[in-house]
């Protein structure tokens, strides 16, 4: 850990209001583009604007590095890369023009790459942070090799402003994939996750899969990507399209479905009745068919099965039978998005303390808390 001298005048504004905060016994919100302002439990505290903060501090392609500060568009970052044929392979989502690189890390969220490439917190290197104390602080470093122990800056993906205020991070990118190629078919969703499971067990270039359907017997529409190597892309095409008579989509349409799909653009993500929720289920891998409660025909996996969309009924009933579903399976519930009728006040999220398997993480959660933020100031319960 470094504690860096704070010179930049932004820096010093967002530290005396860090410091106010904390002397008279209130809490901040951390906000950048307000993309993601949905995200997470509502709250009504005043504002730190993370957009005076911009810039691409350093970026080293030929290490696959870059640096910025967490006002920076995140459209930049990705323009930038983009140049050099490189990318954040975690496709994470925008949520609308004005997304920032901050907001990103914050909200943890990733895209159809995930299940192939794994998630934001894989690829933060090293971050520069302000803590409830006013302290300048930096963790973790700019290439993989000098990321030792248990690096702090891996808990902000996610944290959503509730830990300490990001001023900086630096982040691993990837070139991007020599060829891709989407193909379509219509299957269950029994056999969609049975032959997806197989398939991620094999060496084959599989990026990114989605399956939409209506959560019955009836069969689906079936999406996968394909990424990597030329020839490796070449050689799977002919093998995975004859196993589910598959057919491959041309490179326009295909590129609108994964934008569509990280976006959340697609039909069966959106038009949420207003006494609806959608629902996003993490489980693990080998996890089957599911029947949710209460829920609509709409029903989208992604991650191959490993994260699901779901519709339902916005009630307490129906969340509190939906944990419990995913929790048997060794997975948790959110309630993603709210319709217009659903209580603001409902908590959003599953508790630590609602599962066998993340219990013991509360106490750590809480030692946490008071160390980086002893006085409350980023404690807006925006996450649990």
């Known amino acids: 850990m470094a504690s860096p001298k704070i010179q930049n005048p932004t820096i010093e504004a967002f530290r005396e209001q860090i410091l106010n905060a904390a002397k008279t016994n209130t809490s901040l919100s951390i906000e950048g583009g307000g993309t993601k302002a949905w995200y997470g439990n509502p709250n009504h505290f005043a504002k730190l604007d993370t957009r005076t903060y911009s810039g691409i501090l350093e970026y080293q392609p030929e290490e696959l590095v870059i640096t910025a500060c967490t006002g920076t568009p995140l459209k930049e970052i990705e323009?930038?890369?983009?140049e050099k044929n490189q990318v954040l392979a975690f496709e994470p989502p925008h949520f609308g023009e004005h997304a920032t690189f901050g907001g990103a890390i914050a909200a943890g969220l990733a895209g159809p790459g995930r299940i192939s490439v794994g998630n934001f917190?894989?690829?933060?290197?090293?971050?520069?942070?302000?803590?409830?104390?006013?302290?300048?602080?930096?963790?973790?470093?700019?290439?993989?090799?000098?990321?030792?122990g248990y690096?702090?800056?891996?808990?902000?993906?996610?944290?959503m402003g509730t830990l300490?205020?990001?001023?900086?991070?630096?982040?691993?990118?990837?070139?991007?994939?020599?060829?891709?190629?989407?193909?379509?078919?219509?299957?269950?969703?029994?056999?969609?996750l049975m032959i997806l499971n197989e398939w991620a067990g094999q060496p084959l270039p599989l990026s990114a899969s989605c399956w939409v359907g209506n959560g019955k017997d009836a069969d689906g529409e079936l999406t996968i990507r394909l990424a990597g190597a030329a020839a490796a892309v070449k050689a799977a095409i002919p093998l995975m399209s004859s196993l589910v008579q598959a057919k491959e989509i041309d490179p326009e349409t295909a590129d609108i479905f994964w934008d569509d799909l990280r976006e959340q653009k697609l039909s069966s993500l959106t038009n949420l009745g207003a006494d609806q929720t959608l629902y996003r289920l993490a489980?693990?891998?080998?996890?089957?068919?599911?029947?949710?409660?209460?829920?609509?025909?709409?029903?989208?996996?992604?991650w191959h099965g490993q994260q699901r969309w779901i519709k339902a009924a916005g009630d307490e009933a129906t969340f509190t039978a939906i944990k419990q579903l995913a929790n048997t399976q060794g997975g948790h519930a959110t309630r993603?998005?709210?319709?217009a009728n659903i209580d603001p006040s409902f908590e959003r999220f599953t508790l630590l303390s609602e599962q066998e398997h993340s219990k013991?993480?509360?106490a750590v959660q809480v030692r946490l808390?008071?160390?980086?933020?002893?006085?409350?100031?980023?404690?807006?319960k925006r996450l649990p």
């Open 79 to 82: 323009a930038a890369l983009k």
């Open 121 to 148: 917190r894989d690829f933060v290197l090293g971050a520069r942070i302000i803590d409830g104390k006013g302290q300048d602080l930096a963790f973790g470093g700019k290439v993989m090799k000098n990321v030792a």
């Open 151 to 159: 690096d702090v800056s891996r808990l902000l993906p996610g944290s």
């Open 164 to 192: 300490s205020l990001l001023l900086e991070a630096s982040v691993k990118v990837l070139p991007k994939p020599a060829a891709t190629a989407t193909l379509r078919c219509q299957i269950s969703q029994a056999k969609a």
């Open 283 to 302: 489980l693990p891998a080998a996890c089957g068919s599911l029947t949710v409660p209460n829920s609509s025909d709409d029903l989208v996996l992604e």
């Open 336 to 339: 993603f998005k709210q319709g």
């Open 360 to 362: 013991s993480l509360e």
């Open 369 to 380: 808390r008071a160390a980086f933020d002893p006085a409350g100031v980023f404690a807006t």
